[in-house]
């Protein structure tokens, strides 16, 4: 379960380095993590086991459906693998950092099964979000969730 969310940095080679914490659940044994865009301009960050299920159903989409094939052409497209180094340090593709605007700052944010990675400006525009929203929009929110 991944959850907080953590500023991190990215070094000048484009890398973040994963918390130590959460090294082993998102590469158990060395395996590849997989990121991805997501479509409101962070990145997904999922282990490799957690995105087969994702990718099979992205794969057997009808290929027709005009919005279907542009989620898929995008959480697809825009995957890539990657084997953090010794030190947990992975790479981002400049396509990637480009698509979610990351630069220096960057946040980690858990969402159970995988994480997101926001730039530090969009993270902030979150969270200002968060205070605009109403009671009723809260609670229908959360409807369904047991606390």
Not at 51 to 63: H, K, Q, S, T, V
């Amino acid at each position: 379960m991944f959850q907080g969310a953590m500023p991190l940095s990215l070094d000048a080679k484009g890398r973040i380095a994963i918390p130590a914490r959460y090294r082993d659940a998102l590469s158990p044994e060395g395996a590849p993590i997989v990121l991805t865009a997501h479509p409101e301009h962070c990145l997904m960050v999922y282990p490799v086991q957690a995105w087969e299920p994702i990718r099979a159903r992205l794969a057997a989409m009808p290929g027709m459906d005009a919005a279907r094939s542009k989620l898929r052409r995008l959480l697809m497209g825009m995957a890539t693998e990657e084997t953090p180094d010794a030190s947990g340090r992975v790479l981002l593709a400049p396509a990637q950092r480009n698509w979610a605007n990351l630069e220096k700052q960057v946040w980690l944010v858990g969402q159970g099964s995988h994480f997101e990675l926001w730039s530090d400006a969009e993270w902030q525009r979150q969270q200002a979000a968060m205070e605009e929203i109403t009671p009723e929009e809260l609670s229908a929110a959360f409807a369904d969730v047991v606390f």
